[in-house]
């Protein structure tokens, strides 16, 4: 069996738990999801049968998305308070599964589980981001896998082309057009799904549409936009250029993590 390391997006599988649980906001609540979350991990462990694990939690305090968008996720509802005076105890359930918890101050969990999936694929290593967000579906390749827990099942290329009628690859594009309204991210005004994949089968990429829509001329063997499309491209251009900043995932970070030290003993 080769080396096969699972990451574990923690607040997306944590919050999911705590809010499928009975009952208002309380400690006991908090107690509760914690043994569910536990268990969780434990179930992933076994279905994923990886050789190295860690479940990476959101840095504290503001990270770059947020300087340079303040509504950044603006629409996300607060962590109950009982949840975030819990979670050091989440960390100690999942130590004892021998699984290692991992946070950067200052830095989103999805660069930090970027930087780790590319730098283990890089290495000839297999990545299982454990997920819902399909922010990381613009990861995906031989080396590196999605699962969506919840629905043990692999988020993989044919889903994405089915779901959203682009590739992996051109999944970034796909967002900077459509925004991502999950983290309050603004694409351009009118590019809906469909919309915005047929663009990018035509065009090939944002660079290519924007260039289109700020070009005079046109190439009579090159797509072209309506007039009322490059007015609409041309007021907005900024605007998806920072979405697709925005959506794109850091995978380069210095982690000062020491890979072999994640390695999960069955």
């Known amino acids: 069996m080769g080396i096969r390391f699972l990451l574990v997006d923690a607040l997306n599988l944590v919050r999911r738990v705590y809010a499928a649980q009975p009952g208002d906001d309380s400690p006991e609540k908090a107690a509760g999801a914690k043994i569910s979350s536990k268990q969780s991990l434990q179930r992933a462990l076994r279905e994923c049968k990886p050789t190295h694990a860690v479940v990476i939690f959101e840095g504290r305090e503001p990270n770059w998305r947020h300087l340079l968008y303040r509504d950044y996720k603006s629409n996300h509802k607060p962590m109950p308070a009982a949840l975030r005076d819990a979670l050091p ?52 390749s031989d080396k590196i896998l999605v699962r969506d827990h919840f629905k043990q099942s692999y988020l993989d290329h044919a889903y994405v082309e089915q779901r959203f009628g682009v590739t992996p690859e051109k999944f970034v594009d796909f967002l900077a057009l459509t925004g991502d309204n999950t983290n309050s991210i603004r694409g351009v005004p009118g590019i809906g799904p469909k919309t915005a994949a047929k663009l990018i089968e035509d065009f090939g990429s944002l660079d290519e549409i924007l260039a289109a829509a700020e070009s005079a001329k046109s190439d009579d063997h090159a797509p072209v936009l309506s007039m009322k499309m490059r007015d609409r491209f041309v007021d907005y251009s900024e605007d998806a250029r920072q979405a697709q900043s925005l959506v794109r995932l850091q995978t380069d970070l210095v982690l000062g993590l020491n890979l072999k030290a994640l390695r999960y003993k069955l």
Do not use: C, H, N, W
Request: a negative charge.
């Open 89 to 140: 105890a989440y960390r100690d359930a999942f130590a004892e599964l021998g699984v290692t918890s991992f946070e950067m101050p200052k830095v989103e969990a999805d660069d930090v589980i970027g930087t780790l999936a590319v730098k283990i694929a890089e290495a000839g290593s297999q990545a299982v981001i454990l997920s819902t967000d399909k922010v990381f579906l613009q990861l995906l």
